[in-house]
């Protein structure tokens, strides 16, 4: 079977940080330990609008086990809190990446993209809808 995430897609999580959607300091220290995916999007792709509630379904499903954020960018924040309060997602922790910078340091060049985050910080990264 072909590995569906090519070795250049694998690595180790750079700092992932910043400020949450509603204004609260973010760091990575807070998944030290504790699996993650990272859901980068952006507020006006029609994709990430599309798959958002199955987004929302699977953090749901997974609560506990998985935390499941995400990084939105390439938009403004009013722009951003449209979507989340449009899409149903605001149960998960957002992001603000406004000019991109997170989505650079994690290799991420298009919307929607996926970050797998192991518990020893490994990545793996996939770029398209969830399902």
Request: hydrophobic residues 45%.
């Amino acid at each position: 079977m072909p590995d569906p995430c090519p070795a250049a897609a694998r690595g180790n999580a750079p700092e992932l940080g910043g400020q949450t959607l509603d204004g609260q300091p973010f760091s990575s220290s807070r998944l030290a330990g504790r699996p993650a995916v990272l859901w980068f999007w952006a507020p006006w792709c029609t994709v990430c609008r599309a798959e958002a509630p199955d987004v929302a379904e699977v953090a749901a499903e997974y609560a506990g086990w998985v935390e499941v954020i995400g990084v939105a960018g390439l938009g403004d924040r009013t722009s951003m809190q449209d979507f989340v309060a449009d899409t149903g997602t605001g149960c998960l922790v957002h992001l603000v990446d406004e000019d991109g910078e997170l989505w650079s340091r994690f290799g991420i060049v298009s919307q929607p993209a996926f970050v797998f985050v192991d518990r020893s910080g490994g990545i793996q990264t996939f770029a398209g809808s969830l399902d």
